[in-house]
């Protein structure tokens, strides 16, 4: 299983974009998929999630601005980035916990490679 992640650049502030995440290989099902980020000199922090019900959480600090939806039958998350902060500037990381499609079938997390978001006039 890979995510790939992309959709990362830079924007001035006030600005949007918009983060795509794919899984691929052998998967029998996707249960919660989210977005993290690491600024620099800081850990990763979870920035929003989503259920395979659809049910979603966000940082406080994201809230209304970046709305996390999925496509079940792409594989796929996305982060709409609206009004963007220059405190929002890092690299911003997928995840997926996924279950094999091939024995023993195990459910694990998987992370994407990480896409650098640059908020910056």
């Known amino acids: 299983v890979q995510l790939q992640a992309s959709g990362g650049g830079l924007v001035q502030p006030g600005g949007s974009l918009r983060l795509s995440c794919a899984a691929s290989?052998?998967?029998?099902?996707?249960?919660?998929m989210g977005w993290y980020r690491q600024a620099p000199g800081k850990q990763r922090e979870l920035v929003a999630s989503?259920?395979?019900?659809?049910?979603?959480m966000y940082a406080d600090s994201v809230k209304g601005r970046f709305p996390i939806s999925r496509d079940n039958a792409k594989n796929t998350v996305y982060l709409q980035m609206n009004s963007l902060k220059p405190e929002d500037t890092a690299v911003y990381y997928c995840?997926?916990?996924?279950?094999?499609?091939?024995?023993?079938?195990?459910?694990?997390?998987?992370w994407g490679e990480g896409t650098l978001v640059t908020v910056s006039s």
């Open positions: 995840k997926m916990w996924v279950v094999s499609g091939l024995p023993p079938y195990y459910g694990m997390d998987y």
């Open positions: 290989g052998n998967i029998f099902s996707i249960n919660g």
């Open positions: 989503i259920t395979s019900g659809g049910s979603t």
